[in-house]
């Protein structure tokens, strides 16, 4: 009896030392290392309507109405986009006047130096909404995407709202082909990293889309989520960056908050410190 005791106590040790360790045993992930531009600024707009304090602002930052500014509006879907795209309304009802629409469906155009050179000249760039894989498909790889970075580096300001927000990240969130449900799309997945570090999600409480990103958090730990609603933009500079507009940013920093998720919010006027990844409140 004392034999067969002895053995079931030391297979049960045996089994117990070769258990798993458990998740709360192991070490906690690095925060995520997020930057903004070192040389110039970032508008990321979560869609919908924007006001003067998120336009005009963009126009300020690009040097005012007779600044050189080039909108891509090639997220919209559209074959063809003229001089009279409605896409420029916005910019010519706040007085922006030297305005250049940059489009193609065709990598090799987009790598040539005769479509690039509007991006060579301008102050500012704006990336129109829709969905953010055609962008991906035009555009990354080439000279336009080069010449977008090469903007901000001496000095420029890159814009853009819903689908033209997203791509500007380093994680490209709603990439997928096959819909904007899809917060994680395997084959669309890297941005532009004008934002390094970062996913970035738009339309939040019109989609009610308030907790999509602790998912990719959670998957991405390297990450820092950031989701804006409509009339809500963020303002990037290298360390830091402030809101604008009328609702709210969502941060997903995969810590619990008394919210039952893993985000909270930030308002017009709170500003966010990259480096230390805290938020403070506008006063």
């Known amino acids: ?76 879907g559209a074959k063809t986009y003229g ?7 916005i910019f010519r009802e706040l007085g922006a006047a030297n305005l250049t629409v940059l489009h193609t469906l065709d990598r090799q155009e987009a790598d040539s130096d005769a479509f690039v050179a509007p991006l060579k000249r301008a102050k500012a760039v704006w990336f129109v909404g829709g969905r953010q894989w055609r962008l991906v498909d035009s555009y990354s790889g080439t000279k336009t995407e080069t010449e977008i970075k090469n903007l901000l580096a001496r000095g420029g300001v890159a814009g853009g709202t ?33 934002i390094q570090g970062a996913g970035v999600d738009q339309h939040v409480t019109a989609r009610h889309r308030e907790g999509d990103l602790d998912a990719l ?37 995969g810590k619990e908050q008394p919210n039952g998720g893993h985000y909270y919010l930030m308002k017009a006027g709170d500003r966010f410190d990259l480096k230390t990844l805290t938020a403070s409140a506008m006063r």
Not at 162 to 180: E, F, H, M, W
Not at 232 to 245: H, N, P, Q, R, Y
């Open 1 to 76: 009896m004392f034999f067969r005791l002895s053995a079931i106590a030391l297979a049960l040790t045996v089994q117990f030392s070769a258990a798993p360790v458990q998740a709360a045993d192991k070490p906690a992930s690095p925060p995520p290392v997020v930057k903004g531009p070192a040389h110039g600024t970032l508008i990321i707009a979560g869609g919908g309507k924007l006001g003067p304090e998120i336009l005009g602002r963009f126009i300020k930052l690009a040097g005012g109405p007779s600044a050189e500014i080039v909108v891509i509006p090639t997220a919209g």
């Open 217 to 253: 958090v959670a998957k991405h730990p390297e990450l820092l989520g950031v989701g804006i609603d409509q009339s809500t933009a963020i303002e990037v500079k290298a360390d830091s960056f402030s809101v604008l507009g009328a609702g709210h940013v969502f941060i997903h920093d």
């Open 162 to 194: 819903s689908a033209g927000a997203s791509i500007q990240a380093s994680y490209l969130v709603r990439g997928a082909v096959s819909g904007n449900d899809v917060v994680m799309a395997p084959d669309h997945e890297v941005g532009w990293g004008l």
């Open 83 to 89: 001089p009279d795209c409605d896409c420029l309304k």
